[in-house]
């Protein structure tokens, strides 16, 4: 009796594992393609495959399967000198869209954003009463109708929200007087999301602004909030409420914070500070009264004493964390400007000495008012650009 022949690598009772191998590395490729055109919007093909390490064909291959889902769309890149003309890869206008969510302590908004981040169908609502049944019930009403006129492009949600965030439960809003408030879906069926407004913004400036790096995001807007993101992952501990920098012992002990504690940095630097330091009665809007003070020579005083607790929070932070670049966002930039020496020397003053000697540097952030959104829509893709994400997308096109 002859021996049996080994099986070759070709043999067809080998080729069902190969091919599903085969198959896992295209989505794969499929999938860190997608994330390159959402960090690099307009990079063009042949810069793509040398990013993702793979040949001018695979990367072809992988493109044109793309293009065929509505995942990304082709445009001739503009001449370059010698060398095959190739192509610029972009939103698909008929792709995956995230219904995101800026809800705020007057106020809302909300806004459709593509895979190239851009925001686009926005709608905005102040708070008839601020019970969070009856806000949410607007912003659902928003979010419902974003969704019919989208139809199934919608596939995830993403709240930012101006209050401290644990997984889907809103613990605290203390302008808005809520605590332990559950957000129930938006949309049924679709993932959703939910995040600290601070956080969210942080996370597109660093993702936007400063790929790659680590970030110290510090924003004033109603207190002082703020995100340390490493390498474009905001770093939000166990439960999703890190990040609340407001409620740092930076302030003065004597005073007590709407959260519970006494001393908060929270309420050391916004308009109800000034207010305070200026003997008159906490502001139904802060923001607005810090903007005012910014600008009026009667509360020199009072704005110079926020931007020094400012300057020395943020060398406290910086001692902590070591960042590469600390952004500073809502009011903080103009607080700031409004102050700028008595925020250097607060800040120059809190530093170690090897810091001092070599800063991070201070940088306003580009954003603007859109960074929630913008944030809020980063959240989002990150759901839905996963293997099952586009797996379902996929399943709904073919069929």
């Known amino acids: 009796m002859q021996p049996e022949t080994p099986a070759s690598p070709d043999d067809s009772t080998d080729r069902p594992a190969k091919v599903g191998r085969a198959e896992a590395a295209r989505w794969s490729g499929a999938l860190d393609l997608l994330k390159l055109v959402r960090a690099r ?22 493109s ?19 060398g095959r003309p190739t192509s610029t890869l972009h939103a698909h206008p008929d792709g995956p869209l995230a219904a995101v969510v800026d809800l705020r302590h007057a106020d809302w908004r909300v806004a459709v954003a593509d895979l190239e981040g851009s925001l ?16 949410f019930a607007d912003i659902r009403e928003a979010v419902r109708a974003l969704a019919e006129r989208h139809g199934g492009r919608v596939r995830a ?12 439960t809103i613990v605290q809003a203390s302008v808005l007087g809520w605590r332990d408030v559950e957000v129930e879906p938006l949309l049924p069926g679709v993932p959703q999301a939910l995040g600290n407004d601070a956080t969210l913004a942080g996370l597109a ?16 807007e109603v207190g002082i909030g703020g995100i340390f993101v490493d390498e474009g992952r905001a770093v939000t501990g166990a439960t999703g409420a890190g990040g609340e920098f407001g409620h740092l012992p930076f302030g003065d002990l004597a005073v007590p914070c709407p959260c519970g504690a006494r ?10 500070a000034a207010a305070r330091l200026l003997g008159e009665p906490e502001p139904e809007d802060p923001r607005t009264y810090l903007m005012e003070a ?5 509360a020199r005083a009072a704005v110079e004493e926020c931007a020094e607790v400012l300057g020395r929070g943020a060398a406290g932070m910086v001692n902590a964390l070591d960042p590469e670049v600390v952004s500073l966002g809502g009011l903080a930039p103009e607080l700031r400007r409004a102050a700028p020496a008595s925020f250097a020397e607060a800040f120059g003053t809190g530093l170690m000495g090897f810091h001092r000697e ?29 293997e099952n994400g586009v797996a379902a997308w996929t399943e709904e096109r073919v069929s």
Do not use: N, Q
């Not at 949600?157 to 889907?168: D, E, K, L, N, Q």
């Not at 859109?370 to 990150?382: N, R, S, T, Y």
């Open 205 to 220: 400036e660093a993702r936007l602004s400063h790929p790659g790096k680590t970030v110290l995001y510090l924003t004033i």
């Open 157 to 168: 949600v993403s709240i930012a929200t101006a209050g401290t965030v644990r997984r889907s």
């Open 120 to 135: 686009a169908d926005t709608a905005t609502g102040r708070h008839a009463a601020k019970a969070p049944e009856r806000v």
């Open 64 to 82: 044109a399967r793309l293009r065929a889902l509505d995942l990304i769309a082709e445009r001739p890149a503009p001449p370059s000198g010698r």
């Open 41 to 62: 919007p307009g990079i063009t093909r042949a810069e793509a495959a040398r990013a993702l390490h793979v040949g001018s064909g695979t990367a072809t291959e992988i």
């Open 263 to 272: 001393g908060c940095w929270d309420v050391a630097v916004d308009g109800r």
């Open 358 to 386: 070599s800063p991070p540097p201070l940088l306003a952030s580009a954003l603007g008012p859109d960074a929630p959104l913008l944030g809020a829509a980063e959240a989002a893709f990150d759901m839905i650009l996963t």
């Open 294 to 298: 910014l600008v009026d020579p009667d």
